[in-house]
């Protein structure tokens, strides 16, 4: 269910996304059909057919892509400041921790938009890594910011 709803997300997101670059090119003029003949070319062509399947086949493969488990070499609680600072510094905050298992959540509306709502980062440790479960943008940000924290750490 989790993957359908992501897969919904995102498909409304890449619908938004193609409604305001047809919107711009139409108010600037860069478009070369009007706005019947756009809204006709979109109902009775292939051409936006194909655009219509590439966002389903793209909104489907997209909980796939775009959610990874990264992991950094530390200790969770050894590193816990670094942990926290590298996910403050990406624009998130701790919101929860139990069962060794910290969740992170995005500080503003605007970022938790940009993510779709998916700004939950789960920290976890596993052997001798920190595992970071989440969102692949958030994910990839702090985990670059966490893995230099700790190596500035272990230099000084």
Not at 18 to 35: D, E, H, K, P, Y
């Amino acid at each position: 269910m989790k993957y359908f709803v992501r897969s919904l997300k995102y498909f409304c997101a890449l619908c938004v996304l193609c409604i305001v670059l047809m919107g711009l090119m139409l108010m600037t003029r860069t478009s070369a059909l009007s706005l019947d003949d756009t809204l006709y070319a979109m109902f009775h062509t292939d051409r936006y057919l194909m655009l219509f399947t590439a966002i389903v086949v793209l909104a489907a493969l997209y909980p796939r892509f775009g959610f990874v488990e990264r992991k950094v070499e530390g200790d969770v609680e050894e590193n816990r400041q670094q942990i926290v600072n590298a996910f403050r510094s990406s624009g998130f905050s701790l919101r929860s921790e139990e069962d060794g298992v910290m969740v992170f959540r995005a500080d503003t509306i605007l970022q938790k938009l940009m993510l779709l709502g998916e700004d939950e980062i789960k920290v976890s440790q596993y052997g001798q890594w920190i595992v970071l479960d989440g969102i692949r943008r958030g994910v990839a940000r702090v985990q670059y910011r966490l893995d230099s924290y700790i190596h500035m750490t272990r230099n000084d």
